[in-house]
């Protein structure tokens, strides 16, 4: 048997099944519409920076001590001159978003469309709603100048872990990654010491990419600290990698 005729119809130039009734075209189109969430997002977006993505539970109830700090944190955030981004949706993102809301600067939701739909939180200057989850996770990447983590789940570690990913691997420019509630924290970091250096699956200073501070004014300081010598206006070559992602 050769190489060839092990491949599926369509990659060895035969037609693919399904792509003769219609269902290749409306994939065709679809990327159209990807390409659209693209450009709609970047141009409503592109007068937010400098900016700080906060993320963290969706399920953060009102009274808990996580939702006032995230509100505190937010609010001199705002008030510093950042627009604040959060997933535009309960809890901790509409914590974030409240509390800039509340400041000077501008208040970012960027919202999910989901089976069962997550509703936006009405503390929103800008809202934008995405189809995809990699175009919104995205523009979390692209826009912010800082991302400040809560606790939270399955998709806070997802945008805590691609965002020091793409820093590590060099594929964004360097930005702070500050964790917010060090006792939530404390055993995911002593896991990444113990276990990923310990076996080799980082290096030691890959853990220099990370903060754990848990006052709100130092989060704020810790973010001018990083930009002091610099400024916030990207580099010309940051701006090339956010173009590559």
Do not use: C
């Not at 994939?27 to 592109?46: K, S, Y």
């Not at 604040?84 to 978003?97: F, R």
């Not at 600067?105 to 189809?131: C, M």
């Not at 004014?217 to 956010?242: K, S």
Request: overall charge negative.
């Amino acid at each position: 048997m050769s190489v060839s005729s092990k491949l599926p119809p369509g990659i060895r130039g035969e037609p693919a099944q399904g792509l003769t009734n219609g269902n290749g075209a409306r994939e065709a189109w679809r990327v159209f519409g990807i390409m659209a969430e693209f450009v709609e997002a970047t141009d409503r977006l592109a007068r937010i920076r400098p900016a700080v993505s906060i993320f963290g539970s969706a399920r953060t109830p009102v009274d808990s001590p996580y939702y006032a700090l995230t509100e505190a944190i937010a609010r001199k955030l705002s008030d510093s001159g950042f627009s604040v981004i959060s997933g535009g949706g309960p809890g901790i993102m509409e914590a974030a978003n409240k509390g800039a809301y509340t400041g000077k600067g501008l208040s970012v939701g960027l919202n999910i469309q989901l089976p069962h739909e997550q509703k936006a939180n009405p503390y929103q200057d800008i809202s934008q709603t995405f189809r995809h989850f990699f175009a919104r996770k995205y523009m979390f990447v692209r826009m912010a100048s800082a991302y400040v983590v809560m606790p939270g789940g399955f998709g806070t570690l997802d945008e805590l872990l691609e965002a020091l990913t793409l820093i590590q691997t060099k594929k964004s420019p360097r930005i702070p990654l500050i964790l917010v509630g060090s006792d939530f924290w404390k055993g995911l970091v002593d896991w990444f010491r113990d276990r990923l250096i310990g076996e080799g699956m980082i290096g030691a200073d890959d853990m220099d990419l990370i903060q754990v501070i848990d006052d709100p004014d130092q989060v704020v300081r810790a973010i001018f600290d990083h930009y002091q010598a610099r400024g916030f206006e990207q580099l010309p070559q940051e701006h090339e990698l956010l173009l590559n992602l």
